[in-house]
C-alpha cells in the first residue's frame, strides 16, 4: 500500500488560484495511477482528475476542464493539482487516491477503483 498526504487547501476568492499537492510513501510511486477527488458537504465523492502512472495520458471531469491541471512527479513521489478559475462550486474537501497498475485499465474514474487516499484537504471558494 502507498501512504497518500495532501496539501495547499485553504481559502480563496472566486477567480484565484490554488495547487494542491499529494505527497506518496511506502512502495513505488510509479506502479500507480493518480486521481483526484472532492466531496462537498451532503453530495457524493465526485471524480476531478486521473493521471496515468508515467504522466502520459489525463483525464478531468467536464466541470474543471480547462481550469485543472493534474500532473505528478515520479522523482519526488508527488502529485499536483493545479487549480485555476476557481469558483464557489468547486469548494469541497479534495482527496488524493492511488490505483495499482497491476491488473488496471486505464482510465480509472471511480472511487472504488481506487485502493489508498489521503486523508483530504480542504478547499473553499468564497463568491
Known amino acids: 500500500q502507498v501512504q497518500l498526504v495532501e496539501s495547499g487547501g485553504g481559502l480563496v476568492q472566486a477567480g484565484a488560484s490554488l495547487r494542491l499537492s499529494c505527497a506518496a510513501s511506502?512502495?513505488?510511486?510509479?506502479?500507480?495511477?493518480m486521481g483526484w477527488f472532492r466531496q462537498a458537504p451532503g453530495k457524493e465523492r465526485e471524480f476531478v482528475a486521473a493521471?496515468?502512472?508515467?504522466?502520459?495520458?489525463?483525464y478531468y471531469a467536464d466541470s474543471v476542464k480547462g481550469r485543472f491541471t493534474i500532473s505528478r512527479d515520479n522523482v519526488k513521489n508527488t502529485v499536483y493539482l493545479q487549480m485555476n478559475s476557481l469558483k464557489p462550486e468547486d469548494t469541497a474537501v479534495y482527496y488524493c487516491?492511488?490505483?495499482?497498475?497491476?491488473?488496471?485499465?486505464?482510465?480509472?474514474?471511480?472511487?472504488?477503483?481506487?485502493?489508498?487516499w489521503g486523508q483530504g484537504t480542504q478547499v473553499t471558494v468564497s463568491s
Open positions: 487516491a492511488a490505483k495499482t497498475v497491476y491488473g488496471s485499465t486505464w482510465p480509472v474514474l471511480r472511487p472504488h477503483d481506487f485502493g489508498s
Open positions: 511506502g512502495r513505488s510511486f510509479s506502479t500507480y495511477h
Open positions: 493521471i496515468y502512472w508515467s504522466g502520459g495520458s489525463t
